[in-house]
């Protein structure tokens, strides 16, 4: 069965600190995407970023980075130099494209970032 | 292009009455979800759409919910009677389910109080 686990329920950094939030998957297909939607406090779900199964590779947004690993099955998403605007709940989730495309979230990590 | 568009925005109603909740999804998307997001927790699927038929419900309280996508574009979310435990934010998303890379995309939502 899918799941994902965000073992961290809140964290609280300063400003220009650099975190890491986690995020570790189950899943029996060998080909599935996993994504992080940002839920700032208007309530919005924004979509970050899509990763598929087969590329490993990390990627860098300006200040957003991702590391995926299938041998941890893990998702880590990292802000280098925190802003206060980054302040929001930010959750993983994991596609089941053999089911209409339904997505298993997890429970969401919130980040404050303090000035 | 215009995003998912919700509504209400807010509703406030006593237990045993009944409420709907509508939405709009993305011009061409086939797939629109239903989900409610209960405070510090993530989304949980109700109900999903492809096009205008049910892929899942399994997580519908069926004798107090219900929803229908009737034309296969819009949709309407129904509680009645409402309890109070029903007190969340209701987020509706659609995808166009055209490859494994679709993401869902996020309306508003609808924050329900129930007193």
């Known amino acids: 069965a899918q799941k994902v686990t965000q073992a961290q329920t809140e964290i609280s950094v300063v400003e220009k600190e650099d975190v890491t939030l986690d995020c570790v998957y189950e899943?029996?297909?060998?080909?599935?995407?996993l994504f992080w939607y940002k839920q700032p406090p208007s309530g919005e779900l924004v979509f970050l970023i899509r990763r598929n199964s087969f590329d490993e590779q990390n990627e860098i947004s300006g200040r957003y980075s991702w590391n995926f690993q299938k041998s941890t099955s893990s998702f880590n998403f990292t802000i280098t130099a925190s802003q206060v605007v980054d302040s929001a709940v930010y959750f993983c989730?994991?596609?089941?494209?053999?089911?209409?495309?339904?997505?298993?979230f997890g429970s969401g990590t919130k980040l404050n970032v303090k000035p | 292009e215009a995003g998912v568009a919700q509504s209400p925005r807010y509703k406030i109603i006593e237990k045993r009455q009944s409420v709907a909740f509508w939405c709009n999804p993305i011009s061409g998307h086939a797939t629109l979800y239903w989900y409610q997001q209960i405070l510090g927790q993530g989304p949980k699927l109700l109900i999903q759409?492809?096009?205008?038929?049910?892929?899942?419900d399994s997580q519908l309280p069926k004798d107090r919910f219900s929803a229908e996508r009737l034309k296969g574009v819009d949709s309407t979310l129904k509680i009645q009677p409402a309890k109070l435990e029903d007190s969340a934010v209701y987020l509706c998303a659609s995808s166009s389910y055209r490859d494994r890379e679709s993401e869902q995309y996020f309306g508003p939502g609808t924050r329900l109080t129930v007193t």
């Open positions: 989730a994991l596609s089941d494209w053999n089911n209409f495309n339904k997505f298993y």
């Open positions: 759409f492809q096009n205008n038929g049910v892929v899942d």
């Open positions: 899943t029996r297909d060998t080909t599935y995407y």
